[in-house]
Nanobody, 121 residues
Framework: EVQFLESGGGFVQPGGSLRLSCVASGFTLSSYAVSWVRQAPGKGLEWVATDANFIPISSGDETYADSVRGRFTISRDNAKNTLHLQMNDLKSEDTAVYYC??????????RGPGTQVTVGS
């Protein structure tokens, strides 16, 4: 069964940084494009970033939503079946629960508990 376990969220002041991690199980991370999505209070799921560097298309790109481009960086560690999201210069509008997902299931119900990110002063 495909599952994810997200971690690394917390409370941070505007301009701060956090690094999220997501351990995947039930499939081989290196064989899939994977993404981060988020859900702000009272809103639906919003796509954040995708890492398309999966085998055999190892030259795939990382892509980002306009709202996070230049501030967030997605990466993966295939040996550890883990996806990361480095978030810098955080803003109040980044407050949300963050989930990871296989890109083919981008807006399906999350398969993990998510990790809460709260940006405030």
């Amino acid at each position: 069964e495909v599952q994810f376990l997200e971690s690394g969220g917390g409370f941070v002041q505007p301009g701060g940084s956090l690094r999220l991690s997501c351990v995947a199980s039930g499939f081989t991370l290196s064989s899939y494009a994977v993404s981060w999505v988020r859900q702000a209070p009272g809103k639906g799921l919003e796509w954040v970033a995708t890492d398309a560097n999966f085998i055999p298309i190892s030259s795939g790109d990382e892509t980002y939503a306009d709202s996070v481009r230049g501030r967030f960086t997605i990466s993966r560690d295939n040996a550890k079946n883990t996806l990361h999201l480095q978030m810098n210069d955080l803003k109040s509008e980044d407050t949300a629960v963050y989930y990871c997902a296989r890109s083919q299931e981008l807006f399906h119900p999350p398969r993990g508990p998510g990790t809460q990110v709260t940006v405030g002063s």
